[in-house]
């Protein structure tokens, strides 16, 4: 279950679990002349999704279907994935202690903010000479925002921790881990996606088409990449259907569909003519690491913008976006975004990232990276007006500053599961 307890600050997740909850189940028939599927047969092909998919496959079996006319069996392979563990084996903070103890020196900086409206400039030690260091109004307005939000952080966290700890979700570091433990190895074979979703944006005849959804039936195994560019791809079958694009397998759920495109061409999302209930948004947000690694391009404001929330959003729709700790980005969603979007925002909750083992990925106090990242939650209202409420429809009340705790994936910017779960549930609520 994603939820392991609920306390009043917030919610402890697992976000393994809740990946591994979806029905990753594959159906494959097989056709033998009389004998039965051989061990070894099942085995390889529980090696070759490994190898290819990054996964792993706990349960394989076969299922025999009625003889044919030949005197043949059917047999039916099923196999279930599930996602690797090790990629939240997250057992230490991602800083050593060497520079957790210089990020606790640095804190002294922070204690000036409530008493400093202009820049600061202070002196630090360097290896030979003292060296002048200046905020900025950025710094300032980083500083301001997480003395205000930093107790709830701290204490709300440390509650879902302890009882982490009592179910026994949460497990203190051994010494035996500490010295032995090892980086994380990541997959050598990188997700393509972002390059397909390259290709489609480079590709403007298709754009201007009006494709219509593609449906996927059991024989969609040839299915190629130009085949899925700016349309909806629909999988409405009860099983999981693989796919194998740029030469990498991609596993659809049952019962869902993607839009493979650029942010420009949104259209077949529209043709669609559906609104939804709940829409999650995740930008990439323009920051200095994205620009160095050129990991992925980034949203200008302009274009977050055009995003069309207004015609996907259905009545009282709940509007989810991610944002960084930079309050440029956070200033943007409250005062340009969502008006734009005529959103109203109900809350603002933060995700807390810890290891294992209880800790915070980063130290709390550092003025670098922070160990959490915020959400700002809002629902759509009608421009000009607060939307008249039908009073037999009751509007679930969304909390404020509520806090959701998880390890989380070493996979870049894997976000926890906002779905419902189920799990465990503190008496106190």
Known sequence: MSVVLQLSPGWLLDHLSFINKIN??????????????SSVHLDSLRMDSVSSLGTSATFSASTTKPVDDDGGNFEMFIQRYVFRSELFDVTKPYITSAIHKECEQSNEKEDLV??????????????????CVVFNQGELDAMEYHTKIRGLILDGSSQLIQ?????????????KQDKCSEPIKLPLDTCSLSELCE??????????????TLQLTEDDISVTEQDLFSRVVENNSSFTKMMTLMG?????????????SDISCMQPLLNCRKTYDVIVIDPPWQNKSVKRSNRYSYLSPLQIKQIPIPKLAAPNCLVVTWVT??????????????????VEIVAEWHWVKITSSGEFVFPLDSPHKKPYEGLILGRVREKGALLLRNADVKELRIPDHKLIVSVPCTLHSHKPPLAAGGGSVSPQD
Do not use: C
């Open 24 to 37: 990753y189940e594959l159906h494959q028939p097989y056709y033998s002349k009389n004998e039965p599927i």
């Open 114 to 131: 409530n008493d400093v409206k202009k820049e600061i400039s202070i002196s630090v030690t360097g290896k030979k000479r003292k060296r």
């Open 325 to 342: 700790n930079r309050q440029k980005h956070l200033r943007f969603v409250k005062e340009e975004l969502y008006p734009s979007w005529s």
């Open 163 to 175: 009882e982490g700890f009592k179910s026994g979700f949460l497990h203190p570091l051994s010494e």
């Open 248 to 260: 990498q397998k991609y596993l659809l759920p049952p019962k869902s569909s993607f839009l493979l």
């Open 199 to 212: 290709m489609a944006k480079h590709l403007p005849s298709l754009n201007e088409l009006e494709l219509q």
